[in-house]
């Protein structure tokens, strides 16, 4: 392959995402594998050296850098991630960045993986010429990206957007350890969990959705559960930053207007009406390949010594 391109990773609870990213945003070679996050420390980082060295060499030398979105607070001015994050229950502040500079000759980047999701959709995506815009990626957990004025809001320390685990009177404990955390209730996993309880057989979130739209009564109950705590999850994060768009991203967002309809009605029911006049709720243009893109996105910015 001649054209120069960066390597996109997306380091999530269940899955590695991963691509090739050219300059404009487009992939090659999209792939997914196990996360392994459950298994071990070093499980992880092996399934992200595999996909580095395939894309590697898929690329034939044509790399420019490489991009990592990671759940959990990283910092911005060393890449490692801060503490803990119940999606990767081994990890203890891993220096990410070094340890990924320390493997390949090319500059690295590490950033919250909504963060890197929000940044595609603010540049090319559902959020393109927004002056504000708020994607919430809904997967294993919820994350949240914001971007103003072209900018990641990132915060003092790289924490900013961690609205997956606000205290909204959660009635299942988080292993966040924040009491009342709303995200057991309107993850993905959390709806596949919270299916099997009730005797569902639903082993994700998508089974679920599938479930509510046959016309099981319990499915339905819990898809509508799941999705009110979202909306009102959203509209917290509305009333802070004010976005002119919310974008919804995250392997959840495949269930298409089954998720997006009734959480925008939620966002509108619970934001204020000052705040959702001009408020547009829309699906993730690159669904869950977002933060792969956004990944890619990030390595052109420091490849050409914007980042």
């Known amino acids: 392959m001649s054209e120069p391109r960066a390597i996109g990773l997306d380091l999530g609870g269940t899955d590695l995402k991963a691509a090739l990213v050219d300059a404009g945003g487009g992939m090659n070679g999209f792939r997914r594998c196990p996360a392994r996050a459950r298994e071990s420390e070093a499980a992880p ?10 894309l590697a060499r898929e690329a034939g030398g044509g790399v420019v850098a490489l991009g990592l979105g990671t759940p959990g607070r990283v910092d911005p001015a060393t890449g490692g991630v801060v503490g803990n994050t119940p999606h990767l229950p081994h990890w203890e502040s891993p220096p990410l960045r070094d340890w990924l ?3 390949v000759a090319w500059p690295v ?4 993986d909504a963060n890197l999701a929000a940044l595609a959709e603010h540049r090319l995506g559902a959020a393109s010429g927004a002056r504000v815009s708020m994607t919430v990626t809904v997967g294993t957990g ?3 990206g914001v971007v103003s004025e072209g900018r990641l809001l990132r915060g003092a320390g790289g924490g900013a957007g961690e609205l997956g685990h606000l205290p909204l009177d959660g009635r ?3 292993r966040c350890g924040v009491p009342g955390c709303v995200e057991p209730e309107c993850s993905g996993a959390g709806l596949a969990a919270r299916a099997r309880e009730a005797g569902l057989a639903a082993e994700d979130a998508a089974a679920a959705f599938a479930l509510a739209a046959q016309g099981d009564a319990t499915a339905a109950a819990l898809v509508e559960r799941m999705t009110d705590r979202l909306g009102a999850l959203i509209a917290a994060g509305v009333q802070l930053v004010n976005p ?3 974008v919804l991203g995250g392997g ?6 089954a998720l997006l309809l009734p959480v925008r009605a939620a966002v509108m029911r619970y934001a204020l009406p000052s705040h959702r006049r001009d408020l547009r709720v829309e699906l993730a243009v690159f669904g869950e390949r977002a933060g792969v893109v956004g990944a890619g996105l990030a390595a052109w910015d420091v490849a050409r010594g914007a980042g």
Do not use: M
């Not at 980082?45 to 395939?54: M, P, Q, S």
């Open 142 to 144: 919820v994350g949240c």
């Open 109 to 112: 980047v590490v950033d919250n």
């Open 244 to 246: 002119d768009v919310v």
């Open 45 to 54: 980082l092996e399934a992200i050296a595999e996909t580095v060295i395939a």
């Open 101 to 103: 500079a320390a493997r």
């Open 252 to 257: 959840v967002s495949a269930a298409g207007e």
């Open 172 to 174: 299942v404990p988080c």
